[in-house]
């Protein structure tokens, strides 16, 4: 009995891998103009600044102000709201309120409100106490690394005490 052998195999080149597609943006900036109006430069490697100039904290201040101002009327309107709402639970005359599942709507809507309030007092603190970096002159300077904060992400979040660097640092 003869033994067949297998026909030889035929060699196809290989195709060059494809190069791998461009990595998004996990931390898009929103649609915003720069704070000093133009366009931003890369930081060269002899620009290592330390602190933002007078003229960029005036800026910063100016914005966290606008964005304080806007805070504040937003807390006023929630504390309104849940005050209320707390005094039309507490007559006995009012429409509505003898239902169970009512009031379990009432209760979760004032737990949610309280919630809110919360959350904005938190943000104005946060914003009252970037103001008081500014004026101290440590604002924009990340409280882990010491390296001056991207200008870009403190438009974004102006009350952060960290750089994107350091954030990324606490979740590995």
């Given at each position: 009995?003869?033994?067949?052998?297998?026909?030889?195999?035929?060699?196809?080149?290989?195709a060059a891998p494809k190069p791998a597609p461009p990595q998004l943006n996990i931390f898009p900036v929103p649609n915003q103009r720069p704070i000093a109006h133009k366009a931003a430069k890369a930081p060269s490697a002899g620009d290592e600044r330390t602190r933002y100039s007078e003229d960029e904290l005036k800026e910063f201040e100016a914005l966290i102000n606008r964005k304080?101002?806007?805070?504040?009327?937003?807390?006023?309107?929630?504390?309104?709201?849940?005050?209320?709402?707390?005094?039309?639970?507490?007559?006995?005359?009012?429409?509505?309120?003898t239902k169970v599942l009512e009031d379990g709507a009432e209760t979760a809507e004032k737990e949610n409100l309280s919630q809110l309030a919360a959350r904005q007092q938190k943000y104005i603190?946060?914003?009252?106490?970037?103001?008081?970096?500014?004026?101290?002159?440590?604002?924009?300077?990340?409280?882990?690394?010491?390296?001056?904060?991207?200008?870009?992400?403190?438009?974004?979040?102006?009350?952060?005490?960290?750089?994107?660097?350091?954030?990324?640092?606490?979740?590995?």
């Open positions: 009995m003869a033994t067949q052998l297998a026909p030889p195999i035929k060699t196809v080149p290989v304080l101002d806007k805070a504040r009327d937003e807390y006023k309107i929630l504390k309104e709201t849940l005050n209320r709402n707390n005094d039309e639970g507490t007559d006995a005359t009012s429409g509505g309120n603190t946060n914003l009252e106490n970037a103001l008081v970096r500014i004026k101290n002159g440590t604002y924009g300077i990340c409280s882990v690394t010491g390296k001056l904060i991207p200008k870009e992400r403190l438009i974004a979040v102006p009350h952060t005490t960290q750089s994107i660097e350091a954030k990324m640092m606490q979740h590995d």
